[in-house]
Nanobody, 119 residues
């Protein structure tokens, strides 16, 4: 199982980035996918979640209206479009896959990609 994030980098405040997470080794289309982030000295927090078929999304209040999560099940990839970035969005962003199957919870994490927003 692999989740490989890409697209992070350094951007100025007000700029945009698009993160990608390429999945392999499991049935991607059955999993809900999420993006989490962790800033230095802080706990990991949920940024956004999308259901397996992409019909429903949930966002943290701090990113609503600025970030958009989407997925392409044919390409086994989930995206996070980040607009109007702020310095407080600086963090390592992680891709997360989860499913409840036959009463068991299965999940996978990516290795993370750094996003740095300068003021």
């Amino acid at each position: 199982v692999q989740l490989v994030e890409s697209g992070g980098g350094l951007v100025q405040s007000g700029g945009s980035l698009r993160l990608s997470c390429a999945a392999s080794g499991f049935t991607f289309s059955r999993y809900a996918m999420s993006w989490y982030r962790q800033a230095p000295g802080k706990e990991r927090e949920l940024v956004a979640t999308i259901t397996s078929a992409g019909g429903s999304t949930v966002y943290a209040d701090s990113v609503k209206g600025r970030f958009t999560i989407s997925r392409d099940n044919a390409q086994n990839t989930v995206y996070l479009q980040m607009n109007s970035l702020k310095p407080e969005d600086t963090a390592v962003y992680f891709c997360y896959a989860a499913i409840v199957y036959s009463g068991n919870y299965y999940s996978h994490w990516g290795q993370g990609t750094q996003v740095t927003v300068s003021s």
